[in-house]
């Protein structure tokens, strides 16, 4: 079935920093990746997307990358800020109907 | 206003026992979902149901049962509760069941089972 792998699983910056987070899938039929952030707590929610016709998409501090030949898939956040400490998902969407998140990326960032 | 609504926020209850865990949502969305957060963070999907019927339906252990009187509920009985069951259980919804947009989710029912 379906398999998506996030890397790394903690991950700590300094403060205005850049960080990123890659993920590899194994359906080749996927075509949508959503981003979550999860804040101690608190539930998932979507900070930004993309689509398999799109190579890439940027919103103010953050970016995500997809090369679907090697079916990898990367979140890049610049000018880090300790409001960003959280925990990262990655998530592929297959033609099964199913959206399969990754492991989680619990990022930190220090003052 | 909350779009994706969830009770109880907690739940702590012994083993053996039966409980439910309800699903609202106010955004007109046509699917729902459930997702098991596990101690390690891991989401994975339970069930999925679009306009009332069953889309997705995961390797769950049957003591767990899905019920949509209507599209815009999601219920989730869980039979004789087991200490492998203590989790936080978000329910979600989207506008379609095809995922091309992101999922809202509720704020999630931690169960402690003990």
């Known amino acids: 079935g379906e398999n998506v792998e996030q890397h790394p699983s903690t991950l700590s910056v300094q403060e205005g920093d850049s960080a990123v987070i890659k993920c590899t899938y194994s359906?080749?039929?996927?075509?949508?990746f959503p981003w979550y952030k999860q804040e101690l707590g608190k539930r998932p929610q979507l900070i930004i997307d993309?689509?398999?016709?799109?190579g890439e998409k940027k919103d103010q501090r953050i970016a995500v990358t997809l090369n679907k030949t090697a079916k990898h898939f990367s979140l890049h956040i610049t000018e880090t800020q300790p409001e960003d400490s959280a925990v990262y998902f990655c998530?592929?969407?297959?033609?099964?109907?199913?959206?399969?998140f990754g492991q989680g990326t619990e990022l930190s960032v220090k003052p | 206003d909350t779009a994706v609504s969830q009770t109880p926020k907690y739940l702590v209850t012994q083993m053996g026992n039966d409980k439910s865990i309800k699903c609202e949502q106010n955004?007109?969305?046509?699917?729902m979902y459930w997702y098991k957060q596990d101690s390690k963070k891991f989401l994975k999907i339970m069930f999925s149901?679009?306009?009332?019927?069953?889309?997705i339906n995961e390797t769950v252990p049957n003591r767990f049962s899905p019920k949509s009187p209507d599209k815009a509920h999601l219920n989730l009985h869980i039979n004789s509760l087991e200490l492998g069951d203590s989790a936080v259980y978000f329910c979600?919804?989207?506008?379609?069941?095809?995922?091309?947009?992101?999922?809202?989710f509720g704020s999630g029912t931690r169960l402690t089972v003990v």
């Open positions: 998530a592929a969407f297959n033609q099964g109907g199913k959206l399969i």
């Open positions: 993309i689509r398999s016709n799109v």
């Open positions: 149901y679009n306009n009332k019927e069953l889309i």
């Open positions: 955004l007109g969305h046509d699917t």
């Open positions: 979600a919804s989207s506008p379609t069941g095809y995922g091309h947009y992101g999922y809202t």
């Open positions: 359906d080749s039929a996927s075509n949508y």
